[in-house]
């Protein structure tokens, strides 16, 4: 799996959107991105994953870099629920086969001020 | 139902104890997940079962022995830990490998 590097943490105000970027330079064609959260006392959540192109869903954004060495997560709107850790992870997906193996990094503190 | 719940919620054991961590879900996933995570570190993966067979071990002590009895069930059988395997251990699964995954809120575990 490829090494993913993101800030320590970040600072966001309530309601303001929030990118929370995550380099990925080794990245193979085949490896995913997959982003997940934690929440203070509880397990992580997932938020969002991609392959190439850019991706929606109710919680969040993706937004892939062409070469795919990069990628932010997009929050439009941060609420004081949204702290937590943010941890972007690459996954492998070789030969045709599938493997579910979630290599979490440091991660990244996001801070919510009201 | 969407849950994944572990059973206990804490779990206080000496080096000489057996005992066992329990999780389960009702998802009708077939992959399920045992990670541990220390303070303020990310959670690391243990083991991997993909429809009740062993699919990753990553080279995780024998004192920890993963069991999966059926597709709802997942075990973790401990005996003769050290005080550095206090930690959250966390439980996952997801609908097949590869799929997001679902994680329950974790046994925190303290070895005297």
């Known amino acids: 799996d490829a090494k993913t590097t993101q800030p320590n943490s970040m600072e966001s105000n309530e309601e303001e959107p929030v990118h929370l970027p995550c380099n990925h330079s080794?990245?193979?064609?085949?490896?995913?991105i997959h982003w997940y959260r934690q929440l203070p006392s509880q397990g992580p959540e997932y938020v969002i994953h991609g392959l190439t192109s850019n991706v929606n869903n109710r919680m969040a954004s993706l937004a892939i870099a062409e070469d795919r060495k990069s990628s932010t997560l997009i929050l439009h709107r941060a609420t004081l629920r949204d702290a937590a850790v943010y941890y972007c992870?690459?996954?492998?997906?070789?030969?045709?086969?599938?493997?579910?193996?979630?290599?979490f990094g440091q991660g990244t503190i996001l801070t919510v001020h009201p | 139902d969407t849950e994944v719940t572990q059973t206990p919620k804490h779990l206080v054991m000496g080096m000489t104890n057996k005992k066992s961590l329990k999780c389960e879900q009702h998802m009708g996933h077939r992959a399920m997940y045992w990670y541990k995570q220390k303070a303020k570190k990310p959670p690391e993966l243990m083991f991997v079962?993909?429809?009740?067979?062993?699919?990753i071990n990553e080279s995780v002590p024998s004192r920890f022995s993963p069991e999966c009895p059926n597709s709802s069930l997942l075990n973790l059988h401990l005996h003769a830990l050290q005080p550095e395997d206090s930690a959250l251990y966390l439980c996952?699964?997801?609908?097949?490998?590869?799929?997001?995954?679902?994680f329950g809120p974790g046994t925190r575990l303290t070895v005297t």
């Open positions: 992870i690459t996954s492998t997906n070789a030969g045709g086969t599938s493997y579910g193996k979630l290599t």
């Open positions: 996952a699964s997801s609908l097949q490998e590869t799929y997001e995954q679902y």
């Open positions: 079962y993909s429809y009740e067979k062993l699919s």
């Open positions: 080794t990245i193979s064609g085949t490896d995913y």
